[in-house]
């Protein structure tokens, strides 16, 4: 079992910074596949950004190329997601989510843990 717990979310200006951090306390997450998703009332949970064990395939969805990115720190056991240029369409609840394989991992069924969530709320 893998227990994953989301930071770094908030309220922020239309074009301004936010840095999303998932911990997982107690285990390594080094060889696991992670993944950003994103999920607005009634809507689906939709991938934003997914990366390999170690960072080398990397997944973007087309709403953020170019202003999102999505890393790993070894060193603290987390997996960030840095987001610049937030838009208002941006605004919803981020979760992390681990998969129990190594390789990139781009559909929500392939995701075997997820975090509670946190909300980014992106205002005019």
């Known amino acids: 079992q893998v227990q994953l717990v989301e930071s770094g979310g908030g309220l922020v200006q239309a074009g301004g910074s936010l840095r999303l951090s998932c911990a997982a306390p107690?285990?390594?997450?080094?060889?696991?596949?992670m993944g950003w998703f994103r999920q607005i009332p009634g809507k689906e949970r939709d991938l934003v950004a997914a990366?390999?064990?170690?960072?080398?395939?990397?997944y973007y969805a087309d709403s953020v190329k170019g202003r999102f990115t999505v890393f790993r720190d070894t060193t603290k056991n987390t997996v960030s997601l840095q987001m610049n240029s937030l838009k208002l369409e941006d605004t919803a609840v981020y979760y992390c989510?681990?998969?129990?394989?190594?390789?990139?991992?781009?559909?929500?069924?392939?995701?075997?843990?997820w975090g509670q969530g946190t909300q980014v709320t992106v205002s005019s």
């Open positions: 990366l390999n064990w170690n960072g080398g395939h990397t």
């Open positions: 107690g285990r390594t997450i080094s060889m696991n596949a």
């Open positions: 989510a681990a998969a129990n394989r190594a390789g990139l991992a781009i559909s929500r069924q392939e995701y075997d843990y």
